[in-house]
């Protein structure tokens, strides 16, 4: 009985080492970006925004349970009101 032809062996051995090489680079690549993202994380998740009072802009303290929040209003004619809550990334920049 004859075995695998000594091509067909370094064929399948190139494979493996090609395969084994790819599969060690993504796994270095994903461990650089994980190591990248917590490094920079604070600047990913949010962009603190500072309380600018421009005007007709009133900045109030509002008691909670949890604290003490910061509650940017406009005072505006009848008795409609408008709650915006905004999440992490909001920029007020366009609604002042």
Do not use: W
Not at 15 to 35: D, E, F, G, I, P
Not at 51 to 66: F, G, K, Q, V
């Amino acid at each position: 009985m004859l075995g695998p032809s000594p091509s067909r062996k370094v064929t399948h051995r190139m494979l493996r080492k090609v395969l084994l090489s790819l599969l060690t680079a993504a796994v270095v690549l994903y461990v650089m970006v994980c190591v990248v993202l917590f490094a920079v994380q604070r600047q990913v998740m949010y962009f603190p925004q500072a309380n600018a009072n421009r005007a007709a802009i009133i900045p109030m303290s509002l008691e909670t349970p949890a604290g003490t929040m910061i509650v940017l209003t406009r005072p505006c004619p009848g008795q409609d009101a408008v709650l915006y809550f905004g999440g992490n990334l909001t920029k007020f920049n366009s609604f002042a």
